[in-house]
């Protein structure tokens, strides 16, 4: 396989992934504000530092923080290389140039994407659509992945697909942690645990991990729980430990990947040792910044192993 066309179905993958992953926090704060009491201290602005925008944020909308410039700025501004809108125009583009080898039918999917997401998003900044372009555009997301599942040969351009899928989702996930998650592990026992409880169980439906989170007969509704549970178990797909294990198995098909597999390796290492009962705000987010760094070392050694 040629490195520019692995390299494209890599990305194809990753800007996937970070378009739903968008949507469903966008989702999942939405319900959030509806279940905590009016003079709650929750802001639609805490989405803006997960994604590490704050700076180019500050410099396009000043000190407007309300609802629909966040909205806008998440979903459909085209100066914002993150927002849905243009993860879905990249993620078509890195397919379009893929076409001989993706499946037909994915190539469709993008395109529905695509038309889909630059039709609808503008009028989605506001609540009445909001609901109904997200839902839709996560389901569209979803659809790509089975037909990619489907029908895509298991071969090296499968395994490309994999890895960019779970880097990203691994990245979204300790983002979501170290944003939300850090602003509610007590350092003085002050927050109001009935609070806690509505605000964790809004990270776990962020990951849409509620419910397999409930299935694991985890009854308690814990920031030391809900930690494990994202950080380090095996069976939850978004779960990180999850992501870092499908990357290791994609690694050990394709060729020249040892000294990632070793870097790899390292960084689950350390991952699976933690004790997130120790973890406190600051110690949590020092562990997610060292986390991050380490996925994106993975994603470097990647690129200049297969792509460069």
Known sequence: MLSRVAENIYWTARYLERAEDTARLINSTSNLLLDLP???DVEWYELI???????????????NQDERSVMRYLIADKRN???????????????RVSRDIIPYEMWEQANELYHFANEYAQGAVGRRK???FTSELIQGCQTMVGITMGTLPHDEAYQFLRIGRNLERADMSSRILDVAAAQLLPDEGEINPAFATVRWIGVLKSLNAFQAYRQQGLVGISGSAVLRYLLQNREFPRSIKHCLEEVKACLAVLHNSEKIQQKLKLL????????????RRAELHQYIDELQEGISNLHASIANTYFL
């Open 38 to 40: 009016r003079n709650a």
């Open 49 to 63: 530092p997960v994604f590490g925008a704050e700076n180019q944020y500050k410099e396009l909308y000043q000190d």
């Open 81 to 95: 290389p993150g927002s849905i809108v243009n993860c879905i125009v990249a993620a078509r583009e890195n397919a």
């Open 130 to 132: 909001r609901n109904d």
């Open 268 to 279: 689950t290492k350390e991952l699976e040792t933690v004790d997130v009962n120790e973890l």
